[in-house]
């Protein structure tokens, strides 16, 4: 059974580790947890470290998909993918942005692609140090 790492101690940065071995009910509680930062009406980033992953049954990589293309974003002052291979940036990058082309009127959100945790962390403090709108 695949095990997602939630790190929601330096909130507003949420940390969450995959294994790339998740099922659909293990991506569709890790939505569940998104949404539930969601409704706390604040600023926030999530950092993904996917550092481990090498394959994600594709139901559940689909609907993680999904529900980025979907989602209200308005309070997401960014993402941070740890990656360790070209391959997977190549993909991240090719998702992201159809993520975000799909619907132009939606606001959408900022997206980092980074080799380390230090990175996208500090990537994401920027973020949210910048002044924004969207409420």
């Given at each position: 059974m695949a095990?997602i790492?939630i790190d929601?101690?330096r909130?507003?940065?949420?940390?969450i580790?995959l294994?790339?071995?998740?099922?659909l009910n293990?991506?569709?509680?890790?939505i569940?947890?998104?949404k539930?930062y969601q409704?706390?009406?604040?600023d926030?980033?999530?950092v993904?470290?996917?550092?481990?992953?090498?394959?994600?049954?594709?139901?559940?990589?689909?609907?993680?998909?999904?529900?980025l293309?979907?989602?209200?974003?308005h309070q997401?002052?960014?993402t941070?993918?740890?990656?360790?291979s070209?391959?997977?940036k190549a993909?991240?990058?090719?998702v992201?942005?159809?993520?975000?082309?799909?619907d132009?009127?939606?606001r959408?959100f900022k997206h980092k692609t980074?080799?380390s945790?230090?990175e996208?962390?500090?990537?994401?403090r920027?973020?949210?140090?910048?002044s924004?709108?969207g409420r």
């Amino acid at each position: 059974m695949a095990q997602i790492y939630i790190d929601e101690n330096r909130w507003p940065i949420v940390i969450i580790t995959l294994s790339g071995s998740e099922t659909l009910n293990d991506i569709s509680d890790l939505i569940k947890r998104l949404k539930e930062y969601q409704s706390r009406d604040e600023d926030y980033c999530f950092v993904m470290d996917l550092r481990e992953i090498r394959h994600m049954p594709q139901d559940a990589r689909n609907k993680l998909i999904t529900w980025l293309m979907e989602a209200d974003m308005h309070q997401l002052a960014g993402t941070a993918a740890v990656v360790s291979s070209p391959m997977m940036k190549a993909y991240l990058s090719s998702v992201v942005w159809m993520a975000k082309s799909m619907d132009r009127r939606k606001r959408r959100f900022k997206h980092k692609t980074a080799r380390s945790l230090s990175e996208a962390y500090e990537w994401s403090r920027m973020r949210l140090d910048k002044s924004r709108t969207g409420r």
